[in-house]
Structures are given as C-alpha cells and as structure tokens.
C-alpha cells in the first residue's frame, strides 16, 4: 500500500472534541480538518462507533481520516455514549438512543464553521449499519453514505441468526462486546473522573446475550434498525461494500434491486475489512474510490462514478482449500443492474439424482441426511475478523458427515455469480431440525473446497416470524438460496453438494438430534452462470495515510484448533483470537486483549452442547500524564437442555491490586424457535 506523504502539511487534527447533546452528555470525537477549513467550509465524514478511537479503531482510523482531509474533508470520528472517553452508558446495539445521539452529532458537525453544511456518512460493520439506519431517518444535511460490511435485515444477516438457526457468533459478540465495552477511558484525555466512569460502566453493564436470545424469531425488536422494513426511506445515495470472505454478502443484491435512491455495489475477495488494507489481496484503493464518491455527492463534482456500470464483482479462481489466503487471484466483471439481466446472468438447473448432480435426471428412491451434532467443524469462522486461520479448510471430513452428490467435470470451468438455490423435498424424524446446504469445488486430487453455504431451522422454514415445527415424517417443501458468491471454478473439477442435519459450532444444535430424508422426486440446484465480460482491474492502487505508530511488546497469535474423544465422539472447536501486547507510541497507551473460545458437542446428545468464551482485556500508561493500570476478565457460558438455555456470564475488574468491580449473571431462557 502506498502511503501518500504529499498532504499532512495540509491538515489539521483535533485529538479529542467534547459534542454536548440535548441531554448534557458528552461525546467524544477526533476530528480531522483540512488547515483553511474555517475560511474555506468542507463537507464533512463522520464514523459513529462504540469501539474507542483512541485504541480500538485507531490504526484504521489513520490510515483512513487524514487522507480524505488532506483531499478536502473534515473526518470526525465519534465514540458513542458509554464507550471510549464518551459519557453515559450504551443499552444494547443499534438502539433508539444511538440513532438518537446521532442525530444531534449530524446537526452539530452541519452547524460548526469549518462545515459546508453536507454530511457523508462511512462505516464498516456497526458503522456501516447505523450509516444505514440514519440515512433511514433523513437527516437533512445527510446526502450519500459508504456502507461496508452491513445489512438491511438484522435478522437475517447479523452475527445472531442465520435460516432462523441461532449462530454461536450471537453468543462469541456478545462476549466480545462485555470486554470491549470494559475498556477504560483514557485519564489522560478525560483526567481523574475516568476512575467514575469506568466503574459507572463496569456497575451497569447489559447482559447483551439476554436480549438477543429471547428473540428467537424475526420481531419488532430486530425490525428496529432493518431498513428493509421500508426502502423507500432512504433517500440518500449508497454505496454498498463487502467481501466474499466476508459474512455480509447478502444484503448487496436485496439492497440493489429494492433500493430507490441512486445507489452503486461492489464486492471483492476481502475478509471483514476495509478494502485498501484488508486481505486476501487485490487490495484496491478504496479511498481514492471514496474520494471519487464524495466529491460527486458532496461537492457537486462529476467524477463519472455514476455513469459507471453499478455492480463491480470480483470472481475468485477456485484454489486448493486453506485456513487462510492472502491472495486470491481472480477476474473483475461489472453488470449493468441488479438482478443483473439474461445476458449476462444465465441459470442452469442441476438435479440431485440417483447419477448425482446432473442436467437431467431423478432421484428414484428416498435418502437419508442423518449427521452426527458434530458435522460442521470445518466449516470456518462465521466472520473472518482477526488476520487468523478463519477460512474453511479441506471440506472432505464433514463431506463424510453429509449426504451428497457430485456432477462430473466440468472440462472448460465454470463461472458463477449469484446465489445458487435449492429446491426439494424433505422430511423430519422429529418436531424440529435443521438443513445444511454446502457447495464445494471437488478437485481432481480429492480437495474439497468450500464455495457457498446455506442454513435452515426447518420450524421456520417458511416465514422466520412464524413457527411452524415439522411434524415427524411429514414432507416438506424447501427453497433455499445459498451464499452468494462470484467463483471461478477451474476446468477438470466437479461440483459438489452437500446436506447434513447439523453444522457445529456455525449454530446451536436443535433441540434433539434430527435425521432428515431427503425425499425422491427431482430435488433441484440452480446455478447462475456468469457471461459478463471480464474487466481490467477497475479501481488505483491502495493508498493511505501515514499508519499509527505502534510498539508491539508481544505479537497475537490466533488460532483455530480441532480435537475429538475417541470414547464419547465428542468434538471440541478451540479459537484463540490473541491480539498480542501493543503500546502507541504517540500516547503511551498500552493494551493487551486475548479471548479463547471453546465449543463442544456430542454426536448424538443435543444435551451437551455447550459454549465457553473468556476475554482478558489489560490497559495501562507507565509513564507521563495519565498513568493507570487495570485488568479486566469477562467470561460467557451457554449450555441447554431440550426447554431451556442456560446462560451465565461474569465480570472481574482490577485497578492495580485492587478489585474494582465483580458481577455475575444468571439467566434462563426459554427455547422456542430454536
């Protein structure tokens, strides 16, 4: 990545602004200004989030804010209440209170002297939903946004359900979430009251996991926040960004085709990162497109971004499975709309029959999916996040745990873009259960490589509001649409489907283990066969700004480890996500953050599924203004029987020697959907 050094003499930076709201809170912001931004007024960028600019966010934070300043922006960076050296206490995700609070920093950046007036907002994740949601709300000085990384159906594509299937990321955030928000605010920016604060925090603490759990089924609590609920209220532009290496892929082709206002998509081979600094490569230059977006919406400069096709892909060549890439090599196509028209996207209809995966055919007698609880395990990180081994590996395990079907080579390849979709008939041993659906790319050496996926809780097959529990041995109609993906898959391979009754730790068992028949008849796979053109690469070379300067005292290592019992056949998945000791060097803040996440089931005993997450989070200055040390551990534990959930979660947090804090949670739930 270049770093563009021909600016910094141009801008200007505000390491800590205090913007007071209505209610006399006060949030924190870092600001950066082009240096004539008070005489001559700029547009302005705002990122609104609760992971503390002064060390979460803050190595992305400077590669990314000052460049757009020093291109005649003022980027502000904004802490939400309850987080980093912002006042208050933060209630849960997305809640009225933060769209709220948003508002007021919208109207007051609009309303300050080096503003013109017009507001951008940008963010990635949390920041790309409420980029979303305020837009929602028509703030009048609010005219595009950049969403990476997002959706428009909390439900559907967040970190808590997927199908209707309770992802084990719902309770994994949650843990993550208890420990981030126990970050301490910085006594060098907020002086002595930082010791009131912090224990305010640690004192009130939500139980994020709770709220989360209860709602099993898609209701008023996730509609909140879903702008799917109304597209047309948004009137702002989009542009919408993500990667295939990346969970939130989905909500691009929903938002393209149902979205009013102008809008642009793009996807690339990237993890759940911005794309000028995110593997696996190509990395692009994300700002310069930025730029480009900005000062066609914001300055009224026609840059030609909109004259462009809307809908920029990236198809990754097929290559042999790996826990983790740093390039995957690829062509760029661009479609002229989404849904993208016949000649450029054609369909071709597979049949799971008695031959396999094939044009024509029949599967002339029923067959059983009857997975053990354990099938699943190489099924990758939900998010890629940490620069760990997160990809799904050799699939050929859980192949071996699944019902499949094979097509035969294909001898020229294979160019797919979009979401295959299955259509077929099941049924139930018993009154619950679950689909799985993997695509893979099957080498001729064996390898079995994951394309695209699918999850379904067939009690909410139909509508994921409505429950409606299988009845044991009845048939059931399926239509399923996988993952969307853009893939290349290489000539001489096949492709190859696969169901299982059960994918652990992706989701929670059901409630009993569930053998599900696959009925005879024609159960369908229809592929999209990409015949857009290729493009040469469509965007710069990455740049950026100057990066943090940073001490790394210890470097992270994560890692994602496998073990079974040979006696009970009880497998344990074991993430560490270690983030390693760093101190920055600008500010001497010194952070050590660590989490271990262990995930257990038993082949046969929904019973003993059970989940274990602790987070260590250490913080301290050693020298100079500001100096402190405190220690904070946050654990979560889940386990069920065939009603209930059973869900504990604890907090210990030191000052030095001395414990400041220790609170403890006990919560039963209810199993419904689930």
Known sequence: MKIKQDFPHRVREIENQWITLADGTRLAARIWLPKNAEAAPV??????????????????????????????????????????ESDGLM??????????????????IAAQPWCSGKLGMMGISWGGFNSLQLAA?????????????????????DIHYKGGNMLLENLGWAATMLS????????????????EMWKHRLDNMPLLAEPWLRHQQRDAYWQHGSIC??????????????????????????????????KKALLGPWMHKYPHFAIPDPAIGFLQEALRWWDYWLKDIDTGIMDEPPCTFYLQDGLPPAPKYLERPGQWVQTSAWPAPAEEITWQ??????????????????????????????????????????????QRRDDGLALTFDSAPYAEGLDLLGQPRLRASLSSA????????????????????????????????????????????????????????????????????????????????????????????????????????????????????????????????????????????????????????????????????????????????????????????????????????VAVTSRYHLHCDETTFYLSAEQIAHEGETLVSEKRWRRNIPRRAI
């Open 43 to 84: 547009p302005a960028i705002l990122e609104y989030l609760p992971y503390r600019k002064r060390d979460g966010t803050a190595a992305r934070d400077e590669l990314t804010h000052p460049w757009l300043a020093g291109h005649g922006y003022a980027c502000v960076r904004v802490d939400m209440r309850g987080n980093g």
């Open 137 to 157: 709300l028509r703030p009048e000085p609010l005219k595009a946004i950049i969403t990476l990384c997002s959706t428009d159906d909390r439900y559907a594509d």
């Open 180 to 195: 981030f928000s126990a970050a301490v605010p910085d006594p060098a920016l907020v002086g002595e009251r930082w010791r």
């Open 91 to 108: 209630e849960d995700e997305y809640a009225p209170q933060e769209q709220a609070d948003a508002l007021e920093v919208i109207d007051w």
């Open 349 to 394: 209809p597979l049949v799971l029959g008695d031959a396999g995966l094939t044009r024509e055919g029949h599967l002339s007698a029923a067959r059983a999916i009857a997975s053990p609880l354990t099938a699943g395990a190489l099924q990758g990180e939900y998010i890629p996040l940490w620069f760990g081994a997160d990809f799904p590996p050799d």
């Open 229 to 262: 609920e109304n597209y047309a209220d948004i009137e702002a532009a989009v542009y919408m960004i993500s990667g295939w290496a990346d969970s939130y892929i989905n909500t691009i082709p929903r938002m393209m085709e149902h979205l009013s206002c102008p």
């Open 430 to 629: 018993e009154d619950c259960g679950q689909l799985h659906v993997r695509l893979c790319d099957v080498a001729p050496s064996g390898e079995s490589a994951l394309i695209s996926y699918a999850t379904l809780n067939l009690a909410l097959r139909d509508d994921p509001a409505t429950l409606t529990p299988p009845v044991p041995g009845e048939r059931m109609e399926i239509d399923l649409a996988l993952d969307l993906i853009g893939y290349r898959l290489p000539p001489g391979h096949r492709l190859r489907l696969a169901l299982s009754s059960a994918s652990f730790p992706l989701v929670w068992s059901p409630r009993r283990r569930a053998d599900l028949t696959l009925e005879a008849g024609t159960p369908t796979l229809s592929l999209p066969i990409c015949q857009a053109p290729y493009v040469a690469m469509p965007f710069a070379p990455p740049e950026s700004a100057a990066p943090c300067r940073i001490e790394t005292l210890r470097p992270g290592h994560p890692r994602r480890t496998l073990s079974e019992d040979v006696g009970s056949g009880e497998v344990t998945v074991t993430v560490e996500d270690d983030m390693g000791d760093i101190r920055f060097e600008d500010h001497s803040l010194r952070v050590e953050q660590r989490a271990k996440e262990v995930y257990s089931s038993h082949p046969s005993d929904a019973t003993r599924t059970r989940a274990d997450i602790e987070w260590t989070y250490r913080a301290s200055r050693e020298e100079g203004a500001g100096q402190f040390s």
